[in-house]
Protein backbone atom coordinates (compact mmCIF):
# COMPACT_ATOMS: atom_id res chain seq x y z
CA UNK A 1 0.00 0.00 0.00
CA UNK A 2 1.48 3.07 -0.74
CA UNK A 3 1.76 5.92 1.78
CA UNK A 4 0.89 9.72 1.15
CA UNK A 5 1.87 12.10 3.78
CA UNK A 6 -1.12 15.10 4.60
CA UNK A 7 1.79 17.90 6.32
CA UNK A 8 0.55 20.79 7.94
CA UNK A 9 2.74 23.61 8.91
CA UNK A 10 2.17 24.52 12.98
CA UNK A 11 2.04 27.76 14.16
CA UNK A 12 4.92 29.44 16.54
CA UNK A 13 6.75 32.46 17.47
CA UNK A 14 9.06 32.26 14.15
CA UNK A 15 6.21 31.29 11.68
CA UNK A 16 4.32 34.51 13.00
CA UNK A 17 6.90 36.69 12.88
CA UNK A 18 7.78 36.08 9.25
CA UNK A 19 4.37 37.28 7.61
CA UNK A 20 1.01 38.90 8.49
CA UNK A 21 -0.88 36.40 6.90
CA UNK A 22 0.65 33.70 8.96
CA UNK A 23 -0.65 35.43 12.61
CA UNK A 24 -3.86 36.16 10.57
CA UNK A 25 -4.60 32.04 10.15
CA UNK A 26 -3.04 31.63 13.59
CA UNK A 27 -5.98 34.01 14.59
CA UNK A 28 -8.89 32.50 12.88
CA UNK A 29 -8.42 28.77 14.58
CA UNK A 30 -9.56 28.20 17.54
CA UNK A 31 -6.08 26.10 18.41
CA UNK A 32 -3.23 27.35 20.56
CA UNK A 33 -0.59 25.02 17.71
CA UNK A 34 -2.75 26.08 15.12
CA UNK A 35 -2.22 24.36 11.96
CA UNK A 36 -2.14 27.08 9.07
CA UNK A 37 -0.97 25.64 6.00
CA UNK A 38 -1.23 22.04 4.38
CA UNK A 39 0.54 19.92 1.94
CA UNK A 40 0.03 16.37 0.71
CA UNK A 41 3.30 14.90 -0.07
CA UNK A 42 3.77 11.90 -2.72
CA UNK A 43 7.17 10.61 -1.15
CA UNK A 44 9.94 8.57 -3.84
CA UNK A 45 12.70 8.05 -2.22
CA UNK A 46 14.31 7.89 1.78
CA UNK A 47 17.80 9.24 1.43
CA UNK A 48 18.33 8.41 4.97
CA UNK A 49 17.63 11.11 6.53
CA UNK A 50 15.22 13.19 4.87
CA UNK A 51 12.25 11.65 2.79
CA UNK A 52 12.07 13.10 -0.71
CA UNK A 53 8.98 13.50 -3.14
CA UNK A 54 6.68 15.54 -4.60
CA UNK A 55 4.36 17.94 -2.93
CA UNK A 56 1.08 19.31 -3.70
CA UNK A 57 -0.45 22.73 -2.16
CA UNK A 58 -0.78 26.39 -3.13
CA UNK A 59 0.72 29.62 -1.11
CA UNK A 60 -1.08 32.77 -0.95
CA UNK A 61 -1.49 34.33 -4.26
CA UNK A 62 0.33 31.86 -6.00
CA UNK A 63 -0.27 29.20 -8.26
CA UNK A 64 -1.00 25.43 -7.54
CA UNK A 65 2.27 23.18 -7.21
CA UNK A 66 3.36 20.22 -7.70
CA UNK A 67 7.25 20.11 -6.65
CA UNK A 68 9.69 17.70 -5.40
CA UNK A 69 10.36 18.94 -1.67
CA UNK A 70 11.48 17.79 1.36
CA UNK A 71 10.34 19.15 4.83
CA UNK A 72 13.28 20.29 6.62
CA UNK A 73 11.39 22.76 9.14
CA UNK A 74 10.85 21.84 12.42
CA UNK A 75 7.36 23.40 12.25
CA UNK A 76 6.14 20.63 9.97
CA UNK A 77 3.31 18.34 11.40
CA UNK A 78 2.84 15.02 9.28
CA UNK A 79 0.30 12.27 9.52
CA UNK A 80 0.51 8.72 6.84
CA UNK A 81 -2.89 8.12 5.56
CA UNK A 82 -2.80 4.64 4.38
CA UNK A 83 -4.24 4.56 0.75
CA UNK A 84 -4.92 1.80 -1.96
CA UNK A 85 -2.27 2.36 -5.08
CA UNK A 86 -5.57 3.65 -6.90
CA UNK A 87 -6.86 6.15 -4.19
CA UNK A 88 -2.81 7.11 -4.60
CA UNK A 89 -3.50 7.33 -8.19
CA UNK A 90 -6.18 8.99 -8.16
CA UNK A 91 -5.15 11.79 -5.84
CA UNK A 92 -1.41 12.03 -7.92
CA UNK A 93 -3.77 12.88 -10.92
CA UNK A 94 -6.15 15.01 -9.52
CA UNK A 95 -3.09 17.72 -8.67
CA UNK A 96 -1.20 17.10 -11.52
CA UNK A 97 -4.75 17.97 -13.66
CA UNK A 98 -4.96 21.10 -11.46
CA UNK A 99 -1.22 22.58 -11.14
CA UNK A 100 -1.14 26.39 -12.50
CA UNK A 101 -5.03 27.08 -10.90
CA UNK A 102 -4.75 30.30 -9.22
CA UNK A 103 -5.36 31.44 -5.59
CA UNK A 104 -9.02 31.75 -4.12
CA UNK A 105 -8.83 35.23 -2.72
CA UNK A 106 -12.50 35.60 -2.51
CA UNK A 107 -12.49 32.25 -0.36
CA UNK A 108 -9.69 32.80 1.49
CA UNK A 109 -10.93 35.68 3.01
CA UNK A 110 -14.30 34.70 3.41
CA UNK A 111 -13.28 31.19 4.85
CA UNK A 112 -13.93 32.39 8.35
CA UNK A 113 -17.73 33.55 7.51
CA UNK A 114 -18.78 30.48 6.53
CA UNK A 115 -20.12 31.01 3.13
CA UNK A 116 -21.49 28.84 1.15
CA UNK A 117 -18.48 29.37 -1.83
CA UNK A 118 -16.29 26.60 -3.47
CA UNK A 119 -12.69 26.79 -5.12
CA UNK A 120 -15.42 26.01 -8.46
CA UNK A 121 -17.33 28.81 -8.05
CA UNK A 122 -15.27 30.91 -10.37
CA UNK A 123 -16.28 28.49 -12.76
CA UNK A 124 -19.60 30.08 -13.12
CA UNK A 125 -17.67 33.18 -15.20
CA UNK A 126 -16.04 30.59 -17.14
CA UNK A 127 -12.86 31.08 -14.68
CA UNK A 128 -10.79 27.87 -13.41
CA UNK A 129 -11.25 26.85 -10.54
CA UNK A 130 -9.25 28.75 -7.47
CA UNK A 131 -7.74 27.50 -4.54
CA UNK A 132 -6.35 28.23 -1.33
CA UNK A 133 -4.01 25.49 0.34
CA UNK A 134 -7.04 23.07 2.23
CA UNK A 135 -9.20 23.61 -0.38
CA UNK A 136 -6.93 21.51 -2.94
CA UNK A 137 -5.71 19.23 -0.42
CA UNK A 138 -9.23 18.14 0.48
CA UNK A 139 -10.54 18.06 -3.11
CA UNK A 140 -7.46 16.00 -4.24
CA UNK A 141 -8.79 13.35 -1.00
CA UNK A 142 -12.09 13.68 -2.31
CA UNK A 143 -10.92 12.43 -6.17
CA UNK A 144 -9.28 9.39 -4.21
CA UNK A 145 -12.69 8.63 -2.27
CA UNK A 146 -10.38 9.42 0.99
CA UNK A 147 -13.16 11.70 2.15
CA UNK A 148 -16.48 11.94 1.57
CA UNK A 149 -18.01 14.56 -0.93
CA UNK A 150 -20.25 15.68 1.45
CA UNK A 151 -16.89 17.24 3.39
CA UNK A 152 -16.75 21.05 2.81
CA UNK A 153 -13.70 21.64 0.16
CA UNK A 154 -13.08 25.43 2.28
CA UNK A 155 -11.74 24.22 5.74
CA UNK A 156 -8.93 26.07 7.38
CA UNK A 157 -6.02 23.54 7.57
CA UNK A 158 -6.73 23.51 11.51
CA UNK A 159 -10.69 22.02 10.98
CA UNK A 160 -8.78 19.93 8.30
CA UNK A 161 -5.88 18.56 10.99
CA UNK A 162 -8.92 17.47 13.10
CA UNK A 163 -10.78 15.66 10.68
CA UNK A 164 -8.07 14.08 9.57
CA UNK A 165 -6.87 13.11 13.16
CA UNK A 166 -8.57 9.83 13.37
CA UNK A 167 -8.15 8.47 9.93
CA UNK A 168 -4.10 9.09 9.95
CA UNK A 169 -1.14 8.44 12.17
CA UNK A 170 1.51 10.84 13.37
CA UNK A 171 4.21 10.32 11.65
CA UNK A 172 7.77 11.88 10.12
CA UNK A 173 9.26 12.16 7.12
CA UNK A 174 12.35 13.24 8.89
CA UNK A 175 15.01 10.85 10.98
CA UNK A 176 15.36 12.96 13.61
CA UNK A 177 18.14 10.92 15.38
CA UNK A 178 20.53 11.44 12.11
CA UNK A 179 19.67 14.91 11.70
CA UNK A 180 21.00 15.44 15.78
CA UNK A 181 18.25 17.92 16.48
CA UNK A 182 17.63 18.56 20.46
CA UNK A 183 13.90 19.13 21.61
Not at 44 to 59: L, Y
Request: charged share 20%.
Amino acid sequence: MPTLYVCFLENDQEIMERHWLNRMAAWVSSSDNAKIHVELFFPEENRGEIVSGKACSIHYGGKVFMTKKNFSRKQWCFRTLSVSSEQYKRIHMFCEAHIGDHFNYMGYYLQPLRLPLSPYTPQWIGLSPRWFCSEICIEALKAGNVLQDSVNASLHPQELFEALQDATTAESVRNYEKLDIQF
